[in-house]
């Protein structure tokens, strides 16, 4: 019996670890969180220079990485600065937000999929795919509700139409990045209803 004992405990430090690798690779994501508080302070023209920078380092980083096999030491800056895929998408689809919807509706999309993506993705990876949407859902009316207080408020029902939107399209499997899908589905949600 203690043999079985012994053999599992390798299986379970594994998930354990891999399930810990993929909520530090989510909780990365939260670094970009500058970009709603950049479009909000800065404008649209420096926050466009900010996240240009971001996507740029972050390919230049995979660049160095993979293509040249040039290790970033120390090994700590290795692993925050690790290159995702994930996070590319992430650094285009705020591009995309802020370059193609009007500031208060860019500000909206970032948060959903910075905010939203983020714990929905780790509520996933725990709980399972039906509390994925809830907190999904939670999030981005959360931060929705956040942005009504400063002076850029529209309608509350044009936030909650973006977040249903976002919400349908993580429920959808489509062949693409859920980063970009969510963006521009919710933009386009809320621009047709302020329109």
């Excluded at 508080?37 to 996240?51: A, E, I, K, M, P």
């Excluded at 709980?127 to 949407?133: C, D, P």
Aim: with cysteine; proline share 4%.
């Amino acid at each position: 019996r203690s043999k079985i004992v012994a053999a599992n405990v390798p299986i379970i430090s594994r998930r354990l670890s891999k399930s810990g690798c993929d909520i530090r690779l989510q909780l990365r994501r939260l670094s970009i969180l500058t970009l709603p508080l950049s479009c909000y302070f800065l404008g649209r023209q420096n926050t466009l220079l900010l996240n240009t920078i971001i996507l740029f380092s972050v390919l230049f980083i995979a660049y160095l990485k993979y293509y040249l096999k040039i290790e970033i030491k120390p090994k700590n800056l290795g692993k925050i600065f690790e290159p995702e895929i994930e996070f590319i998408f992430l650094a285009a689809a705020c591009f995309l937000s802020i370059f193609f919807f009007p500031k208060i509706i860019a500000m909206n999309i970032l948060l959903f999929i910075i905010l939203g993506n983020t714990f929905a993705q780790i509520a996933k990876e725990r709980y399972g795919r039906a509390l994925e949407i809830v907190t999904f859902a939670y999030v981005c009316l959360a931060s929705s509700l956040f942005l009504l207080f400063f002076p850029l408020v529209f309608d509350w029902h044009i936030a909650l139409l973006g977040c249903l939107a976002g919400a349908v399209i993580r429920l959808i499997k489509l062949p693409f990045n859920q980063d970009i899908a969510v963006s521009l589905t919710s933009g386009l949600a809320m621009v047709l209803l302020l329109t």
